[in-house]
């Protein structure tokens, strides 16, 4: 038994003792079920300012709160585009509103780990691991969601866009990683004769350096398939020569969605971006947020028209690992808070809705009197959603989140 | 058993080809060292352990000098291995450890005078800063769009000119600087306290952090390294604390402008990152009262301090109450050349220091001078001694011991260094009054240190992996650009990390199949001299595989013997062993 299989055996670990075959019985019967189920995660490094994403302009305390920073209630050009009476979407966001009123967007209100950490470290590995508060987690919950999906054997099972390893991917099942970039190369590693010698030394160690250089030889050849072809590259040139250029991850969007699309062994992927950490000068309906939020937005966007007939397959979920103050700095930012929204799309997700529990902003409300409370568990949100997306039973969710129970069934809703 | 291993290599090669042959020629030196080093070495190595004076008698084997030259250098280069013989380990620690008597080569030195390494913050931001540049650039003052973008194009090229000069000078004391553990200690501690080139007006003073702040403290004492860093315009501006401002303060008060209230950004890296660790026993509150310790302690107006102030008049009757003119405004005024801008810093230099390396300045107007209780010590509103006070307790902390110790032990040991090892530097911490070299010192006498599961046990992280590929190469950069491309597409921008931790040092951060592959795409393009901007000098694939020497696997050596000879030095390069150190 390899660590693979070992890994997705300790998760069945009270079936399989006394059933026999089980383990192929139940990939067989999930390659039935969810084979083509696929989870996007975008995690938003440095802690996103839910409050000036979804705006809670039905609140006065909001506008007391952020006099500098306060997006202005819907209506007039250029402001928030309302959600519902009493909420409204950034306008840098506007390319997302073609979902919200397909009913393929929602938003979670108040969620969050229940970890009171303001470190931003902290907080992304509690949430990339799914086990706040424990330090020597080594493991990541989209890694062990890997081990609870069916092994098709496929070098791009898992994706990340990037350069390195996110804690969230880390474990023994190898992420497909590549960097998202306009111009996709030739390199020596391409070239047969190279390659056959580095496989020479490489092959038959049994150690994890062969395992990658394995990994990435079968995955390189697939990335590359899929993403070659010049009118992929004169578009994703066409999108950096716009206003994405200023942000290297413009276009993530399009490149995802295509592999995606054209890769249908993917099931997971897995993408970060950065720049959220605005303690300074965050600017409302325009300035840095809402430069960023375009960014995102557009590449949301692209991400789910790019994936063609697949966005029904496919849930997308974009978390941050805390929130901010509600009331704004005295730099014209924000500094760490502790909820935060978390965003989900796609083809089954029941959405123009808000979910979540919302108390307002009052000073009684605000968790330690400064910033949202966490009412959601993040893994409660997850764990409703991969429950149901990827047919996944409670027992299959206590490998994934070991130690957390989830009882919480109010999301129960979330999927359609 | 070394002695037998290389016999048959060399057999085997006989019999393989001609230029195999030669290899066989080459190899016998470290072959014929390791066999005279064999079985005798570690009779005496044990005899020294037991009457327990090992760092008296102990000797040590190539295996052995290797791995310390891997750790203590960014990896041996051709005749490392015979100097540190001649020498002895002892003596080449304790030069590494004070490496003030190390003669550094003239033409290094010269790499390194350029400006961005040796003018202070504010003659960097006078020189080369956007008001300068809009001075040279809008010759009459307007904003027409011509002269728009001839100042867009002289920012883009004051970026690239500062950010290539500190690049090339660190890239290249990384590979050739003689004080080895020096360059090592300042890529340690550029990262434990790291800012980024890509935030605003760090693009002028990433260098000067570094030669200022970093360099000269990086083997001295953590208090003085602390206090630099917590001192320097770049990290000020990093980390938000030149704008952090008590909102009951007479600059806040009744006014509008970006100084209106705390920022507690770097009061939390501070105590998190910097100094206790996040586990260090400290509370939200604690930041709260560091923020308004820090209060006041930011950059110097008309030299960074009023950074993308849109209102020309604030400015103005803000710089007014300093006593002086606005320096941006002038220098629009005067749309002159860069003499016109020194002239103009020099009449200044009363009230804030414009050539003080470090470049920071503390407004008392903006200060907060009430009473803070931070880790259960009372600190008294007395101004900029707060800070000076903050510091030395927090330095003094077992937690900021045992915080540098974990990451020292890991960096130079392992991933999961022992809680024994940690222990034993936080003490050697604690004793030596945060005595960087002493801590080394343990470090490098310690049994993990030497351990042999210690050995080849760590991933090269790209940074490593790239000088330690030009180390073993006798590499020399001639055009650094490609050189940052590669670190770049290995996930390691050089000096754009965006984060304030810094980047990781563990295998889980690296190892991963993309990452893997494009080191050997680098080890392949570089190893037959097509990689652009650098050229290996030492073409003798038996002289780098001295460098990885016993670690070197028979699967690899057979490949590489195998191979044409054009491959050689890449598939070393390439190797699983080479990546690992």
Redesign the interface.
Known sequence: MNRREFLKAAGMATASCFLPGFQAWAVESNSKTSSNKKLVVVFL??AIDGLNVVVPHGDPAYYSMRQKIALQAPGSPGTALALDRDFALHPSLAALMPLWQKKKLAFVLNAGSPDP??????AQDYMETGMPGN?VA?TGWMQRLLAQMPDNHSPVRAI?V????P?IL?GPI??????PSAKRRR???DRAD?SS??Q???K??N????H??L???A??NTINTALAGDEMNAEMQAANGGALAANKFGGFGKQLGKLMHDEAKVQVAFVAL??F?T???QGNEKGQLANQLNVLGTGLSELSAALGPSFDDTTIMVISEFGRTAKE?????T??GHGNLIWLLGGDINGGKLYGRWNGMSQKELY?GRDLPVSTDFRSVISSVIGEHLRLSQSQLEAIFPGFKFTDKSLSSIIV | MKASFINAKAGKALRFSALAYSIALLLPPTLAAFAANGPDARSQKQEAKSSGQASQKRTYDNKEILHMLNRVSFGPAPGDLERVKRMGVEAYLKEQLNPSSIQQPEELEKICNVPALTESPAQLFLTYGRPALKAIATKSGSDNPADKKELQKALRESYQFLYEDTARARLARAVESPAQLQEVMTDFWYNHFNISVDKNLDHLWVGSFEEAAIRPHALGKFRDLLGATAHHAAMLFYLDNWQNTSADSPMAKGRKGRFQGINENYARELMELHTLGVDGGYTQKDVQELARVLTGLGLPPGAGGGFGNNNPAQRLKDAAELGQGDMSMQLQRRAQGRQGIFETGAAMAGKPDLNNKLGSYFDSRRHDFGKKLILGYRIDGSGEDEIEQVLTILAKQPATAKHISYKLAQYFVSDTPSAELVDKLANRYLESDGDISAILNTLFHSQEFWDSKAINAKFKSPYRYLISSLRATNGQIDNVKPSLGVLSQLGMPLYKCLTPDGYKNTKEAWLNPDNLLNRINFATAYGVGRFPGIKPNLRDPAAVADCLGPTLSDQTLDTVMSAPENMRISLLLGSPEFMKY
Do not use: C, W
């Open positions: 490094r440095g950490t303001r470190s931003h470290f902290d330090k080594s990340n990037g350069s390195t390893t804690r880390a190898a992420a497909a990683t590549y960097a390199a020596p590693i190279i010698e580095f020479q030394m490489y038959g160690r150690d994890d350096l062969e990658a250089f990994e990435g030889i995955a390189r950065g720049g950490d303690h300074v000068n700095n005295g730099n014209g930012g500094d760490h330690e």
